[in-house]
C-alpha cells in the first residue's frame, strides 16, 4: 500500500532536540528526491528540507539553515530530519514529499504528518 508514515514529533523546550522519520512504501523512494516540509496555525505549508535520490545534496530554507539536517537510509526507505536548537516558531506539523511531489488520483498525496510543538 502507498504511505507515507511521519513520526518522531513531540512537545519539547526551547533549545531542544528532535529527530523526525518519514517510513516511504510502495513509492519508489531511492530514485526520490525527498523533501520536508511544515505548517504552522494559520500558515501556509512550507518547504524546509531537500535531499537528492543518492543524498549527494541537501538544501535548507534560510529559517532553518544550520539547526536542521536532512538524511536518508535508502535501504530502510526511511528519510529522517535531525532538529537541533528548536524554537517556538519551529512549532508546526512536519509533512515529508518526494520532489515532484507524490500525486495519486490527481491529488498531492500527503501523509498524517507528525506535530511539534515547542513551548516552555
Known amino acids: 500500500q502507498e504511505q507515507l508514515v511521519e513520526s518522531g514529533g513531540g512537545l519539547v523546550q526551547p533549545g531542544g532536540s528532535l529527530r523526525l522519520s518519514c517510513v516511504v512504501s510502495e513509492f519508489g523512494f531511492s530514485s526520490l528526491a525527498m523533501t520536508w516540509y511544515r505548517q504552522a496555525p494559520g500558515k501556509k505549508r512550507e518547504l524546509v528540507a531537500r535531499?537528492?535520490?543518492?543524498?549527494?545534496?541537501?538544501s535548507y530554507s534560510d529559517s532553518v539553515k544550520g539547526r536542521f539536517t536532512i538524511s536518508r537510509d535508502n535501504a530502510k526507505n526511511t528519510l529522517y530530519l535531525q532538529i537541533n536548537n528548536l524554537k517556538p516558531e519551529d512549532t508546526a506539523v512536519y509533512y515529508c514529499?518526494?520532489?515532484?511531489?507524490?500525486?495519486?488520483?490527481?491529488?498531492?498525496?500527503w501523509g498524517q504528518g507528525t506535530q511539534v510543538t515547542v513551548s516552555s
Open positions: 514529499n518526494a520532489d515532484p511531489k507524490i500525486v495519486i488520483n490527481g491529488n498531492i498525496y
Open positions: 535531499i537528492t535520490s543518492t543524498a549527494g545534496s541537501t
